[in-house]
């Protein structure tokens, strides 16, 4: 069982920065990819960013590249994500989760555990 808890969210002007953190709980937090999503209201669950095993692989989302940088502190048991040039369509409820599938998990079902999420909101 692992237990994901974020943080940093906020309220933050179009431009700003932000950086989100999801400390795990276990001691088997090197053994799971690490994903970021984010839901908007009326809209999907996203995959923004996620960030293998090792932390030396990782993905981004169209829209995030260039601007969001994943990484992850497997001594820590946290994953963070640093978001730059924030726009307000970033505003959202952003979620980490674990997934302990092989390769690339990039739809939520591949996804074990999920924290609560914290609220990402950029202002025009």
């Not at 002007?13 to 209201?41: H, I």
């Not at 302990?100 to 990402?120: L, M, S």
Request: glycine share 12%; proline share 2%; aromatic share 12%.
């Amino acid at each position: 069982q692992v237990q994901l808890v974020e943080s940093g969210g906020g309220l933050v002007q179009a431009g700003g920065s932000l950086r989100l953190s999801c400390t795990a709980s276990g001691r088997t937090f090197s053994s799971y990819s690490m994903g970021w999503f984010r839901q908007a209201p009326g809209k999907e669950r996203e995959l923004v960013s996620t960030v293998r095993r090792s932390g030396g692989n990782t993905y981004y989302a169209d829209s995030v590249k260039g601007r969001f940088t994943i990484s992850r502190d497997n001594a820590k048991n946290t994953v963070y994500l640093q978001m730059n040039s924030l726009k307000p369509e970033d505003t959202a409820v952003y979620y980490c989760a674990a997934s302990a599938r092989a390769g690339w998990p990039r739809t939520t079902y591949e996804y074990n555990y999920w924290g609560q999420g914290t609220q990402v909101t950029v202002s025009s």
